[in-house]
């Protein structure tokens, strides 16, 4: 869980680089929520919270946009943490991801506050929404940038992020200067967590790749085909479509949660897979624009019954080599 917590740092002060200070304020608002909700429900078995409660809000808030009120952060964190791991038994015992749970929560009861409203970067935006582009570049310094403000102004607001429009340059991509959630639009930063948190093995590899892999299988015959998602905005190239939204982000640090995610090799394999796959028929064929989340709860869903044939399947091979 520290490791995790280290990956994330990073995330966090880019954060507050993109979008102000209000970001830490997120991330310090999920953090104390959650810890004071896990501190209560275990108070009666006299057990310490640990260091996983934080992993979770702090994923929880850098997956949200910076646009949207603090209240709603804390009454995410809330449901996170009481709805998403505590009634389970705590840590080690929940189904789904909390982060997701919380997010998803949020998603269904508020969709304005997140996925209406978005907030050019205060580093500048440099693709294809002239307004946006030109609110942020206004107000635009590569430093302080966000550590010089709170928050975006409310002339840099705009109603699309690169999964709702015309893809940005690859640059801004990578960079993370592009409309979003806080923490999930440096596709550099989360290539660097990535190749720290396998290299550490806290992460596993087979789920990364598997969910590169399904994405790629499943979005580049789509490209090919040139579909257009329900919104109309026709699919960016593949390497766009990869940094653009919360994939990597998903893929690095909730698909690879030990506790929800499959724990056998070929499940983790069917697992990523099918978390990458079914992120791109959600976006291409539902009205939502970023899939990933249902497509992570999807895969949590899913993962103990593929173990469960896994294991199966071992159990009844050795029977049969036995006899």
């Known amino acids: 869980m520290r490791r995790m917590l280290w990956a994330l740092a990073p995330l966090v002060l880019a954060a507050v680089w993109l979008y102000g200070w209000k970001s830490l304020a997120m991330v310090t608002i999920a953090a104390a929520v959650g810890w ?79 996925t209406g409203v978005w907030a050019g970067p205060l580093t500048g935006f440099l693709g294809n929404s002239p307004q946006a582009g030109q609110a942020a ?42 409309p979003g959630s806080i923490g999930e639009s440096s596709a550099i930063l989360i290539g660097l967590a990535a190749v720290y948190l396998i290299w550490t093995k806290t992460a596993n590899w087979r789920i990364i790749s598997a969910g590169l892999a399904g994405f790629m299988a499943t979005y580049i015959p789509l490209w090919a085909a040139e579909f257009s998602t329900r919104a109309g905005v026709l699919l960016p190239d593949p390497l766009a479509g990869l940094t653009a939204g919360g994939v990597l982000f998903g893929l690095v640090f909730i ?31 539902s009205v939502w624009p970023e899939g990933l989340m249902f497509a992570i709860l999807l895969g949590n869903m899913f993962a103990p019954i593929v173990d469960w044939l896994i294991k199966n399947r071992r159990a009844r091979t050795g029977q049969g080599a036995a006899s």
């Open 255 to 285: 698909a690879t949660d030990p506790v929800s995610a499959a724990t056998t090799n070929g499940g983790r394999w069917i697992y990523g897979v099918l978390i990458g796959a079914a992120t791109v028929l959600i976006r291409v064929f």
């Open 36 to 114: 004071t909700v896990e501190r209560l429900m275990l108070r009666q078995y006299r057990e310490p919270v640990t260091q996983a409660v934080f992993v979770t809000t702090t994923i929880f808030a850098l997956s949200l946009p910076p646009t949207i009120p603090l209240w709603m952060v804390a009454l995410g964190t809330l449901v996170a943490v009481l709805f998403g791991k505590m009634v389970f038994g705590g840590f080690g015992r929940n189904v789904f991801n909390p982060a997701m749970v919380g997010r998803a929560f949020l998603y269904v009861s508020f969709g304005q506050a997140m």
């Open 137 to 178: 570049a206004d107000t635009a310094h590569l430093f302080p940038a966000g550590f010089g403000a709170w928050s975006p102004a409310a002339d840099a607001i705009t109603s699309a992020t690169p999964l709702g429009s015309s893809a940005p340059s690859q640059i801004d991509l990578l960079v993370g200067t592009v």
